[in-house]
């Protein structure tokens, strides 16, 4: 299932051209990570294209020796000039700074991450806790519930009430998906 994890994200022409690109952005404890990812996966199962839906990139880094917004803005700046001429939005986010905005913005508290995995383990839905870089794929649950399409709450990250938001908002656009409380 791995290698066809792989070659499914890659059918997507985006994260194809990020990853030829990677080495460029020199994000330490870097991965590609989230929607455009298993949102390549379930397109391709529901028959189409497969960036079609994916609203941005995610890029995760783990920095702890530069927790500001400025230094995280100038990484946003690097990518945005290396991969601009795509056309998609690209979004940067250094996983040692999230516990200091994540309460804030989403009303539920957030312990201090140790590296840019912890992040990915911390998705709201266990099958969408991946995260690719050349050579290399971190999937802490597997990929089973990710192709069976099942939507789980994760607990690491018990909010329901995000939880909820997030599931209904996949079947929105993906209809087959299950969920399962």
């Known amino acids: 299932m791995h290698d066809r994890f792989l070659d499914d994200i890659r059918r997507n022409p985006n994260n194809r051209a990020i990853l030829e690109r990677w080495d460029a952005l020199a994000l330490p404890d870097g991965w590609l990570v989230a929607g455009c990812l298993f949102q390549t996966v379930w397109n391709l199962r529901s028959g189409d294209a497969p960036a079609s839906r994916i609203k941005d990139y995610d890029l995760f880094y783990f920095d ?6 400025a230094g995280e803005a100038r990484v946003q700046a690097r990518a945005d000039a290396l991969l601009g001429d795509l056309g ?92 399962e409380a």
């Open 64 to 69: 702890a020796e530069d927790l500001s917004q």
């Open 88 to 179: 998609i939005e690209v979004e940067v986010a250094n996983q040692a700074r999230v516990h200091l905005w994540y309460e804030s913005h989403f009303g539920e508290r957030y312990e201090a991450l140790h590296s840019a995995r912890d992040g990915i383990d911390r998705f709201l839905v266990p099958a969408t806790c991946v995260g690719v870089r050349p050579g290399e794929l971190y999937a802490p649950n597997g990929l089973e519930l990710l192709y069976e399409g099942v939507l789980t709450m994760n607990p690491l990250v018990p909010h329901r009430e995000l939880f909820e938001r997030k599931a209904a908002s996949y079947r929105t656009r993906w209809p087959w998906l299950r969920i």
